[in-house]
Structures are given as C-alpha cells and as structure tokens.
C-alpha cells in the first residue's frame, strides 16, 4: 500500500483514514510517464527525489513521481490525457477540475486518476516558465534558462537539475531531503554551489545548507 508523502494533502491522516477519505495511490512509473506522455506536443520533465536519482544513480524510496510541465501547457495537457480525471490539490483540499472548467488562480498541483473507484496515479505540478527560462514558484526573481534548468537522461527523460530541486527540497527539510541533500551536493560544481547558496539566502535566509555548498 502506498503512504502519502507529508506534503500531500491531509497530510495529518493516518494511511488508513486517507484512503477510507481520498483513495488509495498507484503512482505511475516513469516508464508509465514516459509512454503516457509520448507524441504529446507538451514539454515535461521530471522533479523532486526522483530528479536526485536520475542525476545521482543512488537509489531511495520513492512516494511518487513528481511530473513537472510548464503551467502556460495545461490546457495542451488535458487533450493529452482525456480519459484521467484532474482535481486540484490546495490548502489541504480536493477540487475536481471538471471538463471545460479553468484552473482555480494560485493552483499549481494536480492529482489524476481515471475514476471515482480508481487509484490515484499522478501527481502533476505545474511550474511557472518564462518564455525560455524555468522560474521558481515562490520567487519569480530567481530564474534560470530552461536548457540549464533541465537534465536530460541517456533515455532521453528530462529531469529538474539537482541544485533546483534542492531549493524546493530546502523548506521542508524531512529527513529525506538532507539524505538528497547529501547525495547531491558533491556532484554540483562551483557555479551551481554558488547558485544555489544565493537562492536559499534570497529564499529562506540564513539556512542550514548554506555553509555546507561554501
């Protein structure tokens, strides 16, 4: 059985009472993703602690796959998945995001399943980009242009570069995110240790990474 991570919705719930409310999660694969996503003419890539193995080859436990598009492509992201049903995950809540019903102002996540009775199966997250350049969410002054923001794996799997995603990781501090913190950290180099030290101080301010990337 799959338990959702801490930043999921209703995150106070036991296993148990967030099934008995939401239903269960099968997480999509990212050879799921892959194929799902294929032919489409959205561009994606993917995000979170998966992004960390991708770049790292060291493997952890894994909630989910976070997939990633850019927020300006939902629309072209509905016609590409038809037969899934979208809710909008917020503020500890459900919304579903019927046919022909736009996005809610402030959303940036969703939830996806095929029905009522069936598992969830993706957890979308939709990203703010700036023409050609990624844009952090939480501060649209910290940017960088896309063709360095994002990775892409000998299979052709785009992932979030490990410096951006440590600055998402860096508010929430779980125990999972010093372990990726750790990882990650001897494979950037100069520039992107410099990068990302200048994020969490403009971010966060003084922040318990922040020596370590000197």
Same mark, same amino acid.
């Given at each position: 059985?799959?338990?959702?991570?801490? #930043? #999921?919705?209703?995150?106070?719930?036991?296993?148990?009472?967030?099934?008995?409310?939401? !239903?269960?999660?099968?997480?999509?694969?990212?050879?799921?993703?892959?194929?799902?996503?294929? !032919?489409?003419?959205?561009?994606?890539?993917?995000?979170?602690?998966?992004?960390? +193995?991708?770049?790292?080859?060291?493997?952890?436990?894994?909630?989910?796959? =976070?997939?990633?598009?850019?927020?300006? &492509?939902?629309?072209?992201?509905?016609?590409?998945?038809?037969? $899934?049903?979208?809710?909008?995950?917020?503020?500890?809540? $459900?919304?579903?995001?019927?046919?022909?019903?736009?996005?809610? +102002?402030?959303?940036?996540? $969703?939830?996806?399943?095929? !029905?009522?009775?069936?598992?969830?199966? *993706? &957890?979308?997250?939709?990203?703010?980009? =700036?023409?050609?350049?990624?844009?952090?969410?939480? &501060?649209?002054?910290?940017?960088?242009? $896309?063709?360095?923001?994002?990775?892409?794996?000998?299979?052709?799997?785009?992932?979030?570069?490990?410096?951006?995603?440590?600055?998402?990781?860096? #508010? *929430?501090?779980?125990?999972?995110?010093?372990?990726?913190?750790?990882?990650?950290?001897?494979?950037?180099?100069?520039?992107? #240790?410099?990068?990302?030290?200048?994020?969490?101080?403009?971010?966060?301010?003084?922040? +318990?990474?922040?020596?370590?990337?000197?």
């Amino acid at each position: 059985m799959i338990t959702p991570p801490p #930043r #999921r919705v209703a995150n106070d719930l036991t296993e148990a009472e967030f099934i008995a409310w939401y !239903g269960p999660w099968n997480p999509m694969s990212i050879p799921e993703i892959v194929e799902l996503m294929s !032919g489409s003419p959205v561009r994606w890539w993917i995000a979170g602690g998966w992004a960390i +193995e991708l770049e790292t080859g060291i493997s952890r436990d894994h909630d989910d796959v =976070d997939l990633a598009i850019n927020a300006d &492509d939902l629309a072209a992201f509905r016609t590409t998945v038809p037969d $899934l049903h979208l809710w909008e995950a917020h503020s500890g809540s $459900l919304t579903p995001l019927l046919p022909g019903n736009e996005l809610q +102002e402030g959303r940036e996540q $969703l939830w996806a399943r095929a !029905g009522a009775t069936e598992p969830w199966r *993706l &957890d979308l997250l939709l990203s703010p980009v =700036d023409g050609q350049e990624w844009v952090f969410k939480r &501060d649209h002054a910290i940017r960088m242009p $896309l063709d360095q923001a994002l990775r892409t794996t000998a299979d052709g799997v785009s992932y979030l570069a490990p410096h951006i995603v440590l600055l998402y990781k860096a #508010r *929430l501090l779980r125990d999972k995110d010093r372990a990726d913190f750790a990882v990650a950290v001897p494979r950037l180099d100069a520039d992107e #240790r410099a990068w990302l030290a200048d994020a969490l101080t403009r971010h966060l301010g003084d922040h +318990e990474w922040i020596d370590a990337l000197g």
